[in-house]
């Protein structure tokens, strides 16, 4: 039999280039390899839970199996790739070699963490995927002061989200302005004004110095000397794309894993989509640009070299407030 088209990573970027690839070929052996257990959902639901009434298990679409089924494909999940030798055209996976004729890296992008969260944090999470999602609601219940540091588009749609969840809300970032790398100064003023008459409690201007956990609180130190004590606190202070499997193999990485605009990486055969991948010079972290994506990858999989290209690609900010 031959070798299969390998997608490593079971994301919104990874299940968008399958999807798109069964639409033009229905019989060429496709593998999908993932870290996690492949339950298909859409990330950007991850910050309205609250505001849609929804529970973690409400916002799963389809579990691994089912995507399976649905296209056709054969799935290998809790399974991390550890390896890629691109002569050979072989993965290692947990001990086992996989064979294959081309390479999708859809490995998606990690969160930074603050310097001094110690990994054994029980207090303070960040959410970036639906396995954070579970734990995440799992912490808000029985809880009422929610603290959340960084003022960016995560960061600010979950003090929304969790203000109409009626948590107490601090909300931490560096700026005089909330989404002021995102939006004109004027709209951001708008938002920081909305977010304080929802309720939240702004500290703006300030950055965090420390992390204390105690028995039942954490306690969060502001360079102005300030102290905060909250139940739990969500760390939104960006993400980084996902660079170490393809740099360990060689491939050429910078911001993120690069790429041209047929999403060719620098080895044969080996592509790259979504949060991970640095088109044409540019890490976009959002969905449209992987659905564009996703359908140019799809023609030059099945043997028609396309280029992507972006339409206008407007970011809904979803801070109803
Ligand atoms: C809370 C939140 C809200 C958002 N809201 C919006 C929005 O409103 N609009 C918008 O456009 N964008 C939004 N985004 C961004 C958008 O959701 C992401 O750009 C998109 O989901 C990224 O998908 P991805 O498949 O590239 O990455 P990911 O979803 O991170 O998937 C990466 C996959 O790779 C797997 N993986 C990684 N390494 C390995 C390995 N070595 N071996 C095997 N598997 C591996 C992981 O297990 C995972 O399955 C939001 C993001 C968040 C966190």
Not at 86 to 112: I, R
Request: proline share 3%.
């Amino acid at each position: 039999m031959a070798d299969p088209i390998v997608i490593i990573g079971s994301g919104m970027a990874g299940y968008a280039v399958a999807r798109e690839f069964r639409k033009l070929n229905s019989e060429a052996p496709l593998l999908m390899i993932t870290a996690d257990d492949g339950t298909s959902y859409s990330k950007p639901m991850l910050s309205t839970g609250f505001t849609k009434a929804k529970s973690a298990k409400e916002l799963e679409m389809a579990s691994a199996s089912d995507m399976s089924e649905q296209l056709n494909m054969s799935m290998r999940t809790h399974a991390i790739v550890q390896a890629i030798d691109t002569s050979a055209k072989t993965l290692s996976v947990d001990g086992s070699s996989v064979s294959y004729d081309k390479l999708v890296l859809a490995t998606g992008a990690e969160v930074n963490v603050l310097p001094f969260v110690a990994n054994t944090a029980e207090r303070v999470c960040s959410v970036n995927d639906m396995d954070d999602y579970r734990i995440f609601r799992e912490k808000c219940a029985g809880v009422k002061r929610i603290a959340i540091i960084g003022t960016g588009l995560i960061g600010c749609e979950y003090a929304n989200d969790l203000l109409n969840g009626d948590y107490d809300i601090d909300l931490i970032g560096p700026s005089s302005e909330v989404l002021d790398t995102l939006l004109p100064i004027e709209a951001s003023k708008c938002v920081t004004r909305a977010l304080r008459d929802a309720g939240a409690h702004l500290h703006l201007n300030q950055n965090v110095v420390a992390i204390e956990e105690t028995e039942s609180s954490v306690i969060i130190t502001l360079d102005s000397g300030e102290k905060i004590e909250a139940d739990l606190a969500v760390s939104a202070i960006g993400l980084k794309p996902n660079t170490r499997l393809a740099q360990e193999a060689g491939l050429e990485t910078n911001k993120g894993i690069v790429c041209d605009r047929s999403l060719m990486t620098s080895a044969k055969d080996v592509f790259t989509i979504g949060d991970c991948a640095e088109v044409d010079g540019h890490v976009l972290l959002y969905v449209l640009p992987l659905m564009a994506g996703a359908r140019a990858l799809a023609k030059t999989l099945n043997g028609t070299p396309t280029n992507l290209s972006y339409g206008v690609m407007p970011v809904m900010v979803k801070t109803p407030a």
